[in-house]
């Protein structure tokens, strides 16, 4: 029991100031991501090839793997290495649905169905090999594979989704801008609040509306980060993505002290 007791205390309590941080950092991984393969590896300049998503997610998938593997050995839970894995997740899920969706050349469409279907297939084999999807259950190194795996693959495939709802929307204009990013972040805000209404007013599964708001809050951040960093021709405010980036970890390091963060059971 105390074995068990102490892999539980790795895993954040899911309170509203998680949900919080979660938004900031996928918002980040979104920056973060754009800022490695568009940036500085030109993959939105005319000397783009395509390779620069790929070489990006190879660069985010080393601290991932690393940081997962610590988070695994890890006796107690600790936040940093907590949120530092999850936004080594988020950015190299941004890189690697842009490597999906374009690279690719399987569009947003193809990009996000490949990637739901991973989603499903790693609950799926979770539930079959442990009996529960339940973040309360992950009590073992398995299933904190399983939960790394699920998690990793929710981040790209939000990144996925966000980008083909922003595209979606076009040239909507809001308050003077043709910027689908609001409109799409609009969307995912809404959505998040359907399941925030299912969860109060409703018995569903609990591990279901977890899972499904995890999903929702990548693609509402990429749509912010995009809105932040795109062009202002392109319906962005035309941020410095790097400035941007340094701008939401500021803001993730502040919630941390701000909304200290608690391990489930405690």
């Known amino acids: 029991m105390q074995e068990s007791t102490k892999a539980l205390a790795k895993v954040p309590a899911v309170t509203l100031g998680f949900w919080v941080i979660k938004i900031f950092a996928t918002t980040l991984g979104e920056t973060a991501g754009d800022t490695v393969s568009m940036s500085w590896l030109g993959e939105t300049t005319s000397s783009a090839n395509g390779w620069g998503y790929l070489i990006g997610t ?3 998938i080393v601290p991932l793997l690393l940081l997962v593997a610590a988070q695994i050995r890890a006796k107690a ?4 290495l907590y949120w530092a894995t999850i936004i080594a997740s988020t950015t190299a899920g941004t890189t690697l649905a842009d490597y999906f969706d374009r690279s690719l050349g399987i569009g947003y469409i193809g990009g996000s169905l490949s990637l739901f279907a991973c989603v499903i297939a790693s609950l799926a084999l979770w539930k079959h090999k442990l009996g529960t999807v339940s973040v309360d259950s992950v009590s073992s190194p398995r299933a904190e594979v399983f939960y790394w795996a699920t ?6 495939l939000g990144t996925a989704l966000g980008d083909w709802t922003a595209d979606s929307f076009g040239d909507a204009s809001f308050m003077g801008l043709e910027s689908g990013y609001v409109f799409g972040a609009v969307t995912f805000a809404v959505a998040l609040a359907v399941v925030a ?3 109060r007013f409703t018995s569903l599964s609990r591990p279901t509306l977890f899972w499904a708001a995890f999903i929702l809050t990548r693609p509402l951040g990429a749509t912010v980060g995009d809105f932040l960093d ?3 021709a392109k319906g962005g405010l035309d941020f410095s993505r790097p400035v941007a980036s ?3 970890l500021l803001a993730m390091g502040l919630c941390l002290v701000l909304l200290p963060q608690r391990s489930v059971g405690h």
């Open 58 to 60: 190879g660069i985010f």
């Open 77 to 80: 839970f600790h936040p940093l």
């Open 151 to 156: 998690i990793t693959f929710s981040q790209t």
């Open 197 to 199: 209404l299912l969860y």
């Open 230 to 232: 795109k062009p202002l």
């Open 246 to 248: 340094a701008a939401l």
